[in-house]
């Protein structure tokens, strides 16, 4: 998710480690809430395919391995993943030895999903649109 600063002030990390400051500028004030924009929403066209094809081995597929192996240990039945994008981690959750753990994954963007879909999964998977930041599942209803 990309945070537009306020006031196209300088970002928080380079604030911390004073880089990028002007001279009368010391210090930085956080926003109770960030300021999301709409483009964050657009992953769309030919964007989840090239997500897909080039991120994903190169970026997300070690990380996927590994909680497969996390998971695989843990006395389960449901999974939350949020920010799925095109569902690295989930296919190889949908792997895991236990088939009676069910899969709930979830991104902000409809066409992320679409894409993991049409890649599909070793079992089915329940794919929803949902905003991280106001999931629309009670408390207490995933394990992990």
């Avoid at 597929?61 to 006395?75: C, F, H, I, S, W």
């Avoid at 989930?90 to 894409?115: C, F, G, K, P, Y």
Wanted: hydrophobic content about 45%; charged content about 20%.
């Amino acid at each position: 998710m990309n945070v537009i600063p306020k006031n196209n002030s300088v970002p928080l990390a380079a604030a911390r480690c004073g880089r990028g400051l002007p001279q009368h500028r010391t210090h930085q004030t956080q926003r109770s809430e960030p300021i999301v924009s709409d483009i964050d929403k657009v992953f769309a066209g030919s964007i989840p395919k090239l997500y897909e094809t080039h991120l994903v081995p190169l970026i997300f597929e070690p990380y996927a391995a590994d909680l497969k192996k996390r998971v695989g240990l843990m006395n389960i039945s449901r999974i939350l993943e949020v920010a799925a994008g095109t569902g690295v981690v989930t296919r190889a959750l949908a792997t895991v030895a236990n088939e009676a753990i069910s899969i709930v994954a979830t991104d902000l963007n409809q066409a992320m999903l679409d894409e993991a879909a049409a890649v599909g999964t070793a079992r089915p998977v329940q794919w929803q649109q949902a905003d991280a930041m106001a999931l629309p599942f009670p408390d207490a209803q995933f394990d992990a």
